[in-house]
């Protein structure tokens, strides 16, 4: 099956530093790549949709100038944690859909866990 | 929002016995998906079911689907310790393929 990988796995940062979290499709490209955020315990949150070559659509209550997104190619998304601060520490976990497939699918990143210190 | 909800949010059960897992949402959907997670892991991809779909099945897992109550439950038999992981169910926005709204998951403990 279609492979997504994010890079880092995992990243401890400093309060006021910003994080950038990179998330790629190996073997497919997409055009729609989503980006959500998972507290302990909690389920996943739609932050954000990035759009290759266009600015991405962020949902209700999301800061666009705290997380940046930026989707320059049709393989990867970048999502930078801007300032970050210690309530910003959480599970980000990215999605791409493959342009060649059907609107249904979406592909899983593996997870980038970033703590705040 | 869409965002479900989902019954239990815990069930803890001896390894053999079914599981059942609920997932209620808001407004209308295309399809619902369901997704386990193992702790602090990615998703994996269940199973997908279409609004037009009542029950789905998938080697140990059973779907089913009321669009008029606006609900799916996931049926896992003879359970198994490797099952012990978080389901969460997933719809799109009924206009809109493209965006998951996740339930609130049940995390499920298989007892060997």
Redesign the interface.
């Known amino acids: 099956g279609a492979v997504v990988s994010q890079h880092p796995s995992r990243v401890i940062c400093k309060s006021g530093t910003s994080v950038k979290i990179e998330c790629r499709s190996l073997d497919f490209q997409a055009t729609?790549m989503?980006w959500?955020r998972q507290f302990p315990?909690?389920?996943?949150?739609?932050m954000a949709?990035s759009n290759e070559g266009s600015k991405a659509t962020y949902e209700q209550g999301v800061e666009k100038d705290k997380f940046l997104i930026n989707h320059a190619s049709l393989t990867l998304s970048t999502l930078t944690v801007t300032s970050a601060h210690p309530e910003d520490s959480s599970?980000y976990?990215c999605?791409a859909?493959d342009v060649a497939e059907n609107?249904?699918?979406?592909y899983?990143?593996?997870?980038t866990?970033l703590l705040v210190l | 929002s869409q965002q479900g909800e989902e019954d239990p949010q815990a069930l803890s059960i001896q390894e053999g016995e079914n599981a059942t897992m609920n997932c209620s949402y808001k407004t209308s959907i295309n399809n619902l998906q369901w997704y386990r997670q193992n702790s602090g892991r990615g998703l994996v991809h269940l199973i997908l079911i279409r609004s037009n779909e009542r029950e789905k099945h998938s080697g140990r897992l059973r779907v089913t689907l009321d669009t008029s109550k606006k609900s799916s439950s996931l049926l896992i038999t003879a359970s198994r310790a490797a099952d012990t992981a978080s389901y969460f169910c997933a719809t799109d926005e009924g206009s809109n393929f493209n965006k998951f709204y996740f339930g609130s998951g049940t995390k499920l403990n298989v007892k060997p």
């Open positions: 729609t989503f959500y315990k909690q389920s996943l949150m739609l949709t599970f976990i999605s859909r609107q249904e699918t979406q899983f990143g593996p997870g866990r």
